[in-house]
Antibody, heavy 130, light 111 residues
Framework: QVQLQESGPGLVKPSQTLSLTCTVSGGSISSGDYYWSWIRQPPGKGLEWIGYIYYSGSTYYNPSLKSRVTISVDTSKNQFSLKLSSVTAADTAVYYC??????????????????????WGQGTLVTVSS | QSVLTQPPSVSAAPGQKVTISCSGSSSNIGNNYVSWYQQLPGTAPKLLIYDNNKRPSGIPDRFSGSKSGTSATLGITGLQTGDEADYYCGTWDSSLSAGGVFGGGTKLTVL
């Protein structure tokens, strides 16, 4: 079964760029109709979707983070990565990578989107501090 | 401030049933499918329900989901102490600020 594992520095200085990598095992990042996603959770708070990348390289970001976020994919290594620039203390969070489903289904009258994440990586805490 | 609204906490006794609500709008829950996640203390979230009411393989039928209008509900029957966790709803928001959205989470206490 597919497993995901985050890796990267646990401490980043303010104004610098946070960089994390997610390694996918048990399945190819290039197979299937999945959207490889990043989600974060500040300490004691709820979940925030950051964005996703399709194996072809197409991306979609949370509008509130879009100006600072870059998600990339390396299919040869079965990895995808997150870069978040100009970080502040507000970016301190546990960062999760997850496999996402984004499925648009249309009837004669309307289109509905199915969107969920499964599985998730174990998460990695990134602290922004000098 | 989360896009979807959940009660901060709910509680019930072992063996009882509990429901957790998730309220949104026409741009998210009203016109898209809802998912639910369970986050046990110190662990990553785990998918419980997708497409409003479907359970992934391995999720017991004690967990159920439903949707009506712009609200969704997670139901848990036969509560166990191991169900103590934070529960999150999620969906897609199709507004101008489109993207994935979550509720603020609900802490379930099994008394």
């Amino acid at each position: 079964q597919v497993q995901l594992q985050e890796s990267g520095p646990g401490l980043v200085k303010p104004s610098q760029t946070l960089s994390l990598t997610c390694t996918v095992s048990g399945g190819s990042i290039s197979s299937g109709d999945y959207y490889w996603s990043w989600i974060r959770q500040p300490p004691g708070k709820g979940l925030e979707w950051i964005g996703y990348i399709y194996y072809s390289g197409s991306t979609y970001y949370n509008p509130s983070l879009k100006s600072r976020v870059t998600i990339s994919v390396d299919t040869s290594k079965n990895q995808f990565s997150l870069k978040l620039s100009s970080v502040t203390a507000a970016d301190t969070a546990v960062y999760y990578c997850a496999r996402g489903e984004l499925d648009r289904r249309c009837s004669s009258t309307s289109c509905l989107v199915g969107h969920w994440f499964d599985p998730w990586g174990q998460g990695t805490l990134v602290t922004v501090s000098s | 401030q989360s896009v979807l609204t959940q009660p901060p906490s709910v509680s019930a006794a072992p063996g009882q049933k509990v429901t957790i609500s998730c309220s949104g709008s026409s741009s998210n829950i009203g016109n898209n499918y809802v998912s639910w996640y369970q986050q046990l203390p110190g662990t990553a979230p785990k998918l419980l329900i997708y497409d409003n009411n479907k359970r992934p393989s391995g999720i017991p039928d004690r967990f159920s989901g439903s949707k009506s209008g712009t609200s969704a509900t997670l139901g848990i029957t036969g509560l166990q102490t191991g169900d103590e966790a934070d529960y999150y709803c999620g969906t897609w928001d199709s507004s101008l600020s489109a993207g994935g959205v979550f509720g603020g989470g609900t802490k379930l206490t099994v008394l």
